[in-house]
């Protein structure tokens, strides 16, 4: 790359930096706190006895994981407005991701639910505690170490979705990217940056895991 490539570069940086901290960052927490709500909800529905319950959140899981996120997007800022239904492009884009979120990591949650022994569940009733209590107290503690791993790489595979959000005019990490490559004509750099960005964010978050993982430990039984 020559001198001039460089210095584009090092000019970028900045509103590259302020789109990934005032735009990727805040969709992808915002979109995965609503998302873990909604998986939580949809993994004690499948796990449900009542049939209809298991269905529904069956139905939801299929159709999320099943349909393309980009069209989940398009369908929610392009296609709404065709009923009477119009969404910024900001709330679009959480309900997209909040949506897909929910989709996947329920699965997530209701496998590492029903991964804590059974004795478990014995040993809560066995001291007098009731169904929902034992599962806030004993059960979810234990699930959550253990899908802190797999939740973790949905966290981080939302960081790099987010960058879908820019087709509808989000204005995040990429979107400041295809900005000021659109202006000075350097695509190759500009991308090339951003993909730096993004790895290094993914990065951070890795380590992140490993701290959360430790702290969680201590609810496993052994």
Known sequence: MSQSTWQLMLDSLWPLLHGAITGTIPLALSSF?????????????????????????RVYISVVRGTPLLVQLFVIFYGLPSLGIVID???????????????????????????????QWEAAYMIGMSHQRALTRIILPQAARVS???????????????SLASLIL????????????????????????????YWVIC??????????EKRLDRYVAH
């Open 33 to 57: 706190a609503i998302g873990l709500v909604l998986a939580l909800g949809l993994a004690l529905m499948r796990l449900s006895r009542r049939r209809w319950l298991s269905s529904i959140a």
């Open 89 to 119: 492009p900001w709330p679009s884009a959480i309900v997209a991701f909040s949506i897909n979120v929910g989709g996947y990591a329920a699965e997530v949650i209701r496998a590492a639910i029903l991964s804590v022994p059974k004795g």
């Open 148 to 162: 802190v791993p797999p939740l973790s790489n949905t966290f981080i595979s939302l960081v790099k979705d987010t």
């Open 170 to 197: 989000v204005t995040e990490l990429f979107r400041e990217a295809q900005q000021v490559a659109a202006f000075s004509q350097q695509f190759m750099a500009l991308y090339l940056e951003a993909a730096l960005l």
């Open 203 to 212: 990065l951070v978050l890795s380590s992140g895991q490993g701290v959360l």
